[in-house]
T-cell receptor
Framework: GAVVSQHPSRVICKSGTSVKIECRSL??????MFWYRQFPKKSLMLMAT?????????EQGVEKDKFLINHASLTLSTLTVTSAHPEDSSFYIC????????????FGPGTRLLVL | AQTVTQSQPEMSVQEAETVTLSCTYD???????LFWYKQPPSRQMILVIR??????QNATENRFSVNFQKAAKSFSLKISDSQLGDTAMYFC????????????FGQGTRLTINP
């Protein structure tokens, strides 16, 4: 199997607060994890790529100081939305590729963030 | 830069029918991977099928098969004997073989299977 979990599944927070989303590969070690954002009825937009033990690589236009990514182990990556604002409300999805033979990305179930 | 285009925003068929979803892509790479992912109403992305560009044989997974035309840069998905559970958003995606393993997604096709 290749199961990826995300926590929380949904979160509501007040404007100005920070929110942390966890992404875990449950039954495999992940060399690389990816964070996506998806707007309603739209496709997935890659935000950043993270490798265990190194700094994340952000896509153009993504604020690295707002979206902090930490990839502390081969099974865990976290995305922290700092000083969240209503425009950060979205569906955030992570994915992971396996340590060996890893072109296929396995996706987490997503986290719905609502900033009031 | 690579681009992926899905020209059918929505499709609808009756249960048990066969349906084909279109996907074209643009790249200067010779070696790459192509994927179809399914996103049902739960919003969980599920891998449907994967194709390596160096393989001439079209990939198949049970009721799902692809028609990979490398020269035409086309990668369509055929769903045979469609089932109600196939109702979902379908995304075609491209990944270079060398370098960062980024997926480039198409806009998606919303497929509805009617009883």
């Amino acid at each position: 199997g290749a199961v990826v979990s995300q926590h929380p599944s949904r979160v509501i927070c007040k404007s100005g607060t920070s929110v942390k989303i966890e992404c875990r590969s449950l039954d495999f070690q992940a060399t690389t994890m990816f964070w996506y954002r998806q707007f309603p009825k739209k496709s997935l937009m890659l935000m950043a790529t993270s490798n265990e033990g190194s700094k994340a690589t952000y896509e153009q236009g993504v604020e690295k100081d707002k979206f902090l990514i930490n990839h502390a182990s081969l099974t865990l990556s976290t995305l922290t939305v700092t000083s969240a604002h209503p425009e950060d409300s979205s569906f955030y999805i992570c994915s992971a590729s396996k340590l060996a033979g890893g072109q296929t990305q396995y996706f987490g179930p997503g986290t719905r963030l609502l900033v009031l | 830069a690579q681009t992926v285009t899905q020209s059918q925003p929505e499709m609808s068929v009756q249960e048990a029918e066969t349906v084909t979803l279109s996907c074209t892509y643009d790249t200067s790479e010779s070696n790459y991977y192509l994927f179809w992912y399914k996103q049902p109403p739960s919003r969980q992305m599920i891998l449907v099928i994967r194709q390596e560009a160096y393989k001439q044989q079209n990939a198949t997974e049970n009721r799902f098969s692809v028609n990979f035309q490398k020269a035409a840069k086309s990668f369509s998905l055929k769903i045979s004997d469609s089932q109600l559970g196939d109702t979902a958003m379908y995304f075609c995606a491209f990944m270079k073989q060398v370098g960062a393993q980024k997926l480039v997604f198409g806009q998606g096709t919303r497929l509805t299977i009617n009883p």
